[in-house]
Each structure stands twice: as C-alpha cells, then as structure tokens.
C-alpha cells in the first residue's frame, strides 16, 4: 500500500526485522490519516538508526548532531507556530545524548510530538548499552551486564508535569496508531515512548518479550489523574501501554508565551545593524 507520504526510489537502511520499519510507516499513516500537510509538516532528528527516519518521509526534514532534535523542533515551532513539528529519533539520541533537552522541551511545554524509539539499545554505533537497558543486559562493553536503574522517561516527563505521556509498542501496531494520533491532536507537549525491537543487537527485548511484559490500559483506567498515572510510570514487568496521562486543559505553550504580535517570528522585521553590532560585540 502506498502513502501520501511515501518518499520514491530510496535505500532503506535498516537490518531486515527492524522495529524502526513499523514505527516509519505509522507515522506516515498517521500523518494521512490525519490529512496533514506535507509542506507544513517538519520532522527534527539526530543521530542514530531511529533518526534515519525522517529521510523515508516525504516532507520536510531537519537532520541535526546527536541529541539536538528537540531545541531545533522547538526553534521552528517558535519561529512558525503553524508548522506540525515533530521531534524523532532513538532512546540513545533523546534520552542519553538529549536528555538535558528532553526535561526543558517539557517544562517550557513547547508545542511538538516527541516520537522516541526505545530498544534498549545502541543500534548504530553496534550494541552497547542504552538509558533504558534493563539492569543485566549483557554487551560487547557491558561484559557483565548492565548495573544501572534504567532511564525512566515516563516517570520524568510526570514529574514535570509534561501535558501527554503515553507509551506503545510496534508489536501491537493498531494500538500504537491511535495512541499516536492523539498526541497529535494533543495542544502542547506529547510524548510517545514506542517500543521498538533490535532485531540485531538486542537478543533479550524481542517481539515476543514486548508482547509478554507489557499490557493495555483497560477503558476504566483514567487518564487524567495524575497520581494514578504516576504509579503506571513506575509498573514493570509487565508495563503498561497506552496513553498514561493526558492533561487538556494544560498550560499555554512555549510559542504562545512568548508571542509578541499575530505574525509569526520569521516574518518580523529585524534590525540588522544591531544584530551585527551584538555579534561583534562577541
């Protein structure tokens, strides 16, 4: 089946197998399905086989250094507040390398979908240990498993107060599209945690392990207690999948806090000749 947002006659690079594959042809279903334009559509990534990503989508993209998707996508969201951002990229990239933006793009609730490939893993520099590893998983680095609390980026997105958390798995892919269309239609900050096996360099967190340590939020599972869905981000084991926590009536965003006219910021005029003076001044 093709999409909208197909990009013609490219290589692929992922290992055959690749959660990556799925989680690539959500977004560009979600994107249609949503009816998104393609010209007003960014997708911000750094580095890392997840990051690959945006290069397969027809629409714009911003290819950055390892863990500064976030700051760009909140640089265009400012800059043009009608552009549909998203930030993308791997645990590694977002979690380890871009932790420090991660926490800021959710207290200054900048207004972009935060699509975060977790596979417990480095993928593209060849298997060592990521923030989300689970305490005992054995790499080439990590001869005798790893000793650290793995990163927690629901729990910490919470305790934020970020306005949409949510977690998913591409083993259940249908679950994952409507999870992620809601962060779409969500005003404000939205994370999307997607499980996402390594079919190459995670031997442990398989398909078959995601489908058997995870479990649905049920219909009576309430969303929008935030003390119910802080206990949700510390479930292991298995964990839960769905939207943890939606705040609808959450604070105003970064670009309308900081809106100074109805144009957007890259139509405003600039003085030139005090820009050059400041950047002489350095």
């Known amino acids: ?153 629901l729990a910490v997105a919470l305790s934020l107060r970020a306005g949409f958390v949510s977690r998913v798995s591409i083993a259940d892919a249908l679950h994952a599209k409507e999870v992620l269309k809601a962060a779409f239609l969500h005003h404000g900050y939205a994370l999307v945690d997607i499980f996402q096996p390594c079919v190459t360099f995670n031997k442990t967190n398989t398909y078959h392990w995601f489908r058997e340590n995870t479990y649905f939020l049920n219909g009576n599972y309430n969303n929008s207690d935030f003390n119910a869905a802080l206990g949700k981000a510390f479930e292991s084991m298995p964990m839960p999948l769905g939207v943890i926590y939606q705040n609808k009536n959450s604070d105003a965003t970064l670009e309308e806090n900081i809106r100074k006219s109805d144009k957007p910021l890259y139509e405003a005029k600039h003085n030139i000749q005090k820009i050059q003076e400041l950047f002489n001044a350095y």
């Open 1 to 153: 089946m093709s999409h909208l947002f197909d990009r013609e006659n490219v290589d692929v690079a992922w290992c055959p197998g690749c959660g990556n594959f799925g989680i690539l042809k959500l977004i560009k279903e979600v994107l249609e399905e949503l009816q998104a334009d393609k010209n007003n559509t960014v997708i911000v990534s750094g580095i890392g086989q997840a990051a690959k990503a945006p290069y397969y989508v027809d629409t714009n993209m911003f290819g950055v250094l390892h863990g500064r998707a976030v700051p760009v996508a909140t640089a265009l969201k400012v800059a043009n507040p009608q552009l549909n951002v998203i930030a993308e990229g791997g645990d590694g990239d977002m979690y380890g390398e871009g932790g420090n933006h991660f926490i800021h793009a959710i207290r200054r609730n900048v207004n972009i979908v935060h699509i975060v490939h977790n596979n417990m893993v480095y993928g593209l520099t060849k298997g060592q240990a990521s923030p989300t590893s689970q305490k005992g998983f054995e790499t080439k680095v990590q001869v005798n498993g790893v000793s650290n609390e793995p990163f927690n980026p």
